[in-house]
Nanobody
Framework: QVQLAESGGGLVQAGGSLRLSCGAS????????MGWFRQAPGKEREFVAA????????HYAESVKGRFTISRDNTKNTLYLQMNSLKPEDTAVYYC?????????????????WGLGTQVTVSS
């Protein structure tokens, strides 16, 4: 069965950095668009970033553009999210997700598989 496992979350001060990883198994990783979403307490899950099969195309939410970088290593079946200049409003549970669509989508419904999430907390 498909498994996505996030890691790398934690507590960081505002202005700091974190790198999230998502290891995938049970699927042909290089055939899936991969994305990161986040959900803060009391809020709906929101799109953060996504990357195409081969990594040549990326898309970001306006709120993270210029601060976050999504990447993937298809040889390691791993997705990454480098988060710099973190802000308290970035505090959330971060989820990786896999989509078998042919292009990048920003809506959660287009992603078939999800990890359990990793907590990111940014203190002011």
């Amino acid at each position: 069965q498909v498994q996505l496992a996030e890691s790398g979350g934690g507590l960081v001060q505002a202005g700091g950095s974190l790198r999230l990883s998502c290891g995938a198994s049970g699927l042909t990783f290089s055939s899936y668009v991969m994305g990161w979403f986040r959900q803060a307490p009391g809020k709906e899950r929101e799109f953060v970033a996504a990357i195409s099969w081969g990594g040549s195309s990326t898309h970001y939410a306006e709120s993270v553009k210029g601060r976050f970088t999504i990447s993937r290593d298809n040889t390691k079946n791993t997705l990454y999210l480098q988060m710099n200049s973190l802000k308290p409003e970035d505090t959330a549970v971060y989820y990786c997700a896999a989509s078998n669509k042919w292009e990048i989508f920003t809506t959660a419904a287009e992603y078939a598989y999800w990890g359990l999430g990793t907590q990111v907390t940014v203190s002011s």
